[in-house]
């Protein structure tokens, strides 16, 4: 079955490291996300792809850093600048502009 | 002014009401719109897409009002599995980027 899939789940991290969440789509879509939402709050973007080798920051990109070195994969550095990382990280993809968009099942990162 | 605003409820209903939303937006050159169905602690899960001319998906319809720049969820007889955040998102088709609702928590009651 066609899908994007996201590991780990859930990751626990202390104060100072990075941790990288990983997200694989098997649809063929050009496009990739990473989304981040808080408790209470909407989705906020962070990066976005629209092709291989090329990404843009989102809203909120400071603390992040992304990498598109394949059409299926989209990982996700969360690094030690970003001061309040404890959130919902969803991946997403879509066929291009005009497609919906289609999500991964989330990692969940919290910081101890 | 945000690109996509949503009345946050929370919207707590019996079971068999009829309850509607609606979302405003910003861009009047949006050419896509969509509401997605998001169940506490999982991912969004897309419920429609919303079309000029309007759909209906069995209980659920959804419109699009470009004048006023709206779209609206209309959803019938509600079921206790209909609980939930309802999200608009809406895709103004520039720089690839969606725009999301804060979403409109709907809670069914038996």
């Known amino acids: 079955d066609g899908g994007i899939t996201q590991s780990p789940k859930y990751l626990f991290r202390k104060e100072g490291q990075n941790v990288t969440l990983s997200c694989e789509q098997n649809?063929?879509?050009?496009?990739m996300y990473w989304y981040r939402q808080d408790p209470g709050q909407g989705l906020r973007l962070i990066y976005y792809?629209?092709?291989?080798?090329?990404?843009q920051k989102g809203d909120i990109a400071e603390g992040y850093s992304v990498s598109r070195e394949k059409k299926e994969s989209f990982p996700l550095t969360v690094t030690s600048a970003q001061k309040n990382p404890t959130a919902f990280y969803l991946c997403?993809?879509?066929?291009?502009?005009?497609?919906?968009?289609?999500f991964g099942e989330g990692s969940r990162l919290t910081v101890l | 002014r945000k690109e996509v605003e949503q009345d946050p409820g929370p919207f707590n209903v019996p079971e068999g009401a009829t309850v509607a939303f609606n979302c405003t937006y910003s861009?009047?050159?949006?050419?896509?719109f969509f509401w997605y169905r998001q169940d506490c602690r999982k991912e969004p899960k897309l419920l429609m897409s919303?079309?000029?001319s309007g759909n209906e998906d069995g209980r659920f319809t959804a419109q699009l009002n470009r004048a006023s720049q709206y779209i609206s969820l209309l959803i019938r007889d509600s079921k206790l599995s209909d609980s939930a955040t309802y999200l608009c998102?809406?895709?103004?088709?520039?720089?690839?980027?969606?725009?999301f609702g804060t979403g409109t928590s709907l809670t069914v009651i038996p």
């Open positions: 997403a993809s879509s066929i291009g502009t005009a497609g919906e968009l289609f």
């Open positions: 861009n009047s050159a949006s050419q896509s």
């Open positions: 998102v809406v895709n103004p088709r520039t720089g690839n980027q969606f725009y």
């Open positions: 919303v079309y000029s």
């Open positions: 649809l063929n879509h050009d496009a």
């Open positions: 792809s629209q092709i291989v080798n090329d990404f």
